[in-house]
């Protein structure tokens, strides 16, 4: 005698919670790890590098970041001019601190400049820093833990 | 005669996943492809106010002079300290100078301390004032930072002719 056999015909569902559990977790990992500080970073500039480098315990105060290129472009913000044409844009920068109480000399100028970009540049950078009034230079590098 | 009844067992309530899960993807594919892995970054410190950059008034306190000497395509071509010792292009050497210098007890005051001019031919690349500026503010000893010279600043730029 033939069986005939009767089969369930119910839609068969997964269980969906460990997958939601485990994307849920990577979206938190992601979620920590990403750094918005990083947005005064300029995508054209490659730092030197040094095992001197740490980065600081606390954040500088007053920053001002100021990227120089290979080219010698500076990029100011959302700004960009040459390293001669920058003093109105330092100025600027003096003003919003002065009216916030503060001199030049508290700010802290930042410097991300390119690892083949002439030496010389970062110094005339400096001197027209040096002429509106600022005081403070950091000279910024990637930690090269090797 | 017979009476019917009803189930009183709760029905299963089931929440509809599919559009959290949609979105939930999006989300995770944003962070994944927003990620970026990047080195962390380090400062430097000088200080030069405007009298500062233009060579010591104290006579006291003569800072230690550093001339990097570039070669055409601005590569390291010398070293030379004081205007006497040459390291040519040896940053070991340069750095074993400066601990016999200072003894390599850094002051607890960075303000306090030997000072350096860094004094650079204008063609020469930036990496290689980083390269200067790490041999002689001092040596990483495992995780520890062994500190030489705190205080750096730069001669007047030497303009090409």
Aim: hydrophobic share 40%.
């Amino acid at each position: 005698m033939a069986v005939v056999k009767k089969f369930d015909t119910k839609l068969a569902e997964g269980d969906m919670t460990s997958l939601i559990d485990m994307v849920f977790q990577l979206i938190i990992f992601f979620m920590v790890l990403i750094n918005f500080s990083q947005e005064d970073q300029n995508e054209k500039i490659k730092l030197p590098s040094s095992e001197l480098a740490k980065p600081a315990e606390a954040p500088l105060e007053n920053p001002i970041v100021l990227n120089l290129d290979f080219s010698g472009s500076v990029y100011l913000g959302s700004e960009t001019t040459s390293v001669e044409g920058l003093r109105p844009l330092l100025q600027v920068e003096a003003d919003a601190l002065k009216a916030k109480g503060l001199a030049a000399k508290d700010a802290n100028i930042i410097i991300r400049a390119h690892q083949n970009t002439p030496g010389g540049k970062v110094q005339d950078l400096i001197k027209k820093c040096q002429e509106v009034g600022y005081e403070k230079f950091a000279l910024r590098a990637l930690e090269d833990r090797r | 005669m017979a009476m019917k009844f009803k189930s009183n067992a709760p029905e299963k309530a089931e929440m509809q996943l599919t559009s959290m899960i949609d979105v939930i993807f999006l989300l995770l594919i944003f962070f994944i492809m927003t990620f970026k892995i990047s080195a962390q970054e380090g400062d430097f410190n000088v200080k030069m106010p405007i009298g500062g950059g233009q060579g010591a008034m104290d006579t006291t306190n003569i800072p230690i002079k550093l001339r990097l000497k570039a070669n055409p395509d601005g590569g390291l071509a010398d070293i030379v300290v004081d205007e006497t010792r040459s390291f040519e292009n040896d940053f070991t050497k340069l750095r074993a100078y400066i601990l016999q210098l200072t003894g390599g007890n850094a002051p607890p005051n960075p303000e306090e301390g030997p000072e350096i001019e860094i004094d650079l031919d204008y063609n020469l690349r930036y990496v290689h004032v980083i390269e200067a500026i790490t041999a002689v503010t001092g040596q990483r000893q495992g995780d520890q930072i062994e500190r030489l010279v705190e205080r750096i600043k730069f001669a007047p730029p030497r303009k090409p002719n």
